[in-house]
């Protein structure tokens, strides 16, 4: 597997990602990533530090490029925690929790960005603006509660499914309701 393949990869959907969900300055995006799957393995198989490095390159520069904040979901041995810098969790509230994640218990995706961030911090629980699901990780659980599927040009990253949500408010009223259309 081609580092850099996979790494241009990441920046592409990405960015492509970040136009098309018109996230804002300063929301975030949730990332969840079975390195085992971009490689062609099952999930939880085959953690590969040098892959989650290099996709996690490419991702954060798309990221830092949009002026938006990157939240990493660990696996399910840290009960699919976040790895976020420290001034996001601040900023919107989230509480920290004390825990470093590693390749075989937080996965290396969330290792490379805890190793990458500035100012690492873990969370629980977060209500994410737009999330990327690479290797069916299920990230919903950290997004806002109105989920819309995002279709992108390509749905792999590596050999991984790759499925895209942006989040938008949620209607309320009857039948008499009257909508804003820019906010759909």
Not at 93 to 102: A, I, R, T
Not at 139 to 160: F, N, Q, T, Y
């Amino acid at each position: 597997m081609n580092l850099e393949t996979i790494k241009q990869q990441g920046y592409n959907l990405t960015k492509e990602l970040i136009e098309v969900s018109k996230i804002k300055e300063g929301q975030i995006l949730v990332i969840g990533c079975s390195t085992s799957e971009v490689a062609g393995q099952g999930i939880g198989s085959f953690s590969s530090p040098e892959l989650a490095e290099s996709l996690f390159k490419g991702i954060y520069e798309a990221t830092k490029e949009a002026n938006i904040y990157l939240a990493a979901q660990c696996c399910e041995h840290l009960n699919r925690a976040l790895i976020l810098e420290a001034e996001a969790a601040e900023k919107y509230g989230y509480e920290e929790v004390n825990v470093m994640p590693q390749p075989k218990a937080g996965g290396s995706f969330a290792t490379a960005a805890y190793k990458a961030f500035t100012s690492p911090v873990a969370v629980e629980h977060i209500k994410a603006h737009v999330g990327m699901d690479i290797g069916d990780t299920l990230i919903g659980m950290h997004l806002k509660d109105v989920a819309v599927p995002v279709r992108l040009s390509s749905d792999k990253i590596g050999e991984a499914h790759v499925v895209c949500a942006r989040t938008r408010a949620k209607f309320i009223g009857g039948s008499r309701a009257v909508y804003d259309e820019s906010r759909l």
